[in-house]
Structures are given as structure tokens and as C-alpha cells.
């Protein structure tokens, strides 16, 4: 049975970074599109990054770009998503996600993906 298990969440100052983890156990997520999403305080969960299997090519949201990384550690069974120049409308719980679909091209979109993680809370605040 998959366990999708997120941390890494915390309190940081705008400007800051934070590194989140999914790790996951009962699957291999080499084989599998990840996705990181993000909901705030009174608005609909958003897509923030994906990482395809295979080829690993990565697709940012918009307002991430040139902030964020998200990266894949094969051997620990974990991906990551590496926050840097941390803004207070970042503040969210962030969750991790799994495309079962093996032949599934990264995308942000929630109906793609299967598996969800609890979440970990990231608040940037001064």
C-alpha cells in the first residue's frame, strides 16, 4: 500500500528557503509522474511543480518559476521541492502527488493525479 509521507514544512521569513520531501514507501516513484500542489487559507488547491518519470523534464507554475526546484532522489524513494526567495503569499499547505498512469506526461492537474500526501504546513511571515 503507498504512503505518501511530506516534510519539511515550517515558518521562514520572507526571502527565506525551505526544502520540502515526499517520501513514499509501497512504491517505486521512478516510474511514476510527481506532482507538488499547494492550498491556501480560503482558495482552491493550485498545481506548483511535476517531474515526469523517465526523463525527469520538470514544469513550474507561473509565480514558482525561477524559485522553486523540484528534483528526485531515486535511491531514497523521495522527491523534493527545493523553495527559495520565499514570499508571504507562498503560505499554504503543500502536498505531494502521484500519476499512476505510467505513460502520463507531467501536468498540473489535480484529476491527473491518484495518491495524496497529509500535507506540511509552509507559512512565510515575518
Known amino acids: 500500500q503507498l504512503q505518501l509521507v511530506e516534510s519539511g514544512g515550517g515558518l521562514v521569513q520572507p526571502g527565506g528557503s525551505l526544502r520540502l520531501s515526499c517520501a513514499a514507501s509501497?512504491?517505486?516513484?521512478?516510474?511514476?509522474?510527481i506532482g507538488w500542489f499547494r492550498q491556501a487559507p480560503g482558495k482552491e488547491r493550485e498545481g506548483v511543480s511535476c517531474?515526469?518519470?523517465?526523463?525527469?523534464?520538470?514544469y513550474y507554475a507561473d509565480s514558482v518559476k525561477g524559485r522553486f526546484t523540484i528534483s528526485r532522489d531515486n535511491a531514497k524513494n523521495t522527491v523534493y521541492l527545493q523553495m527559495n526567495s520565499l514570499k508571504p503569499e507562498d503560505t499554504a499547505v503543500y502536498y505531494c502527488?502521484?500519476?499512476?498512469?505510467?505513460?502520463?506526461?507531467?501536468?498540473?492537474?489535480?484529476?491527473?493525479?491518484?495518491?495524496w500526501g497529509q500535507g506540511t504546513q509552509v507559512t512565510v511571515s515575518s
Open positions: 502527488a502521484v500519476d499512476r498512469y505510467i505513460f502520463s506526461q507531467c501536468a498540473l492537474s489535480i484529476p491527473q493525479y491518484d495518491d
Open positions: 509501497g512504491l517505486p516513484l521512478r516510474y511514476y509522474a
Open positions: 517531474i515526469n518519470r523517465g526523463d525527469g523534464v520538470t
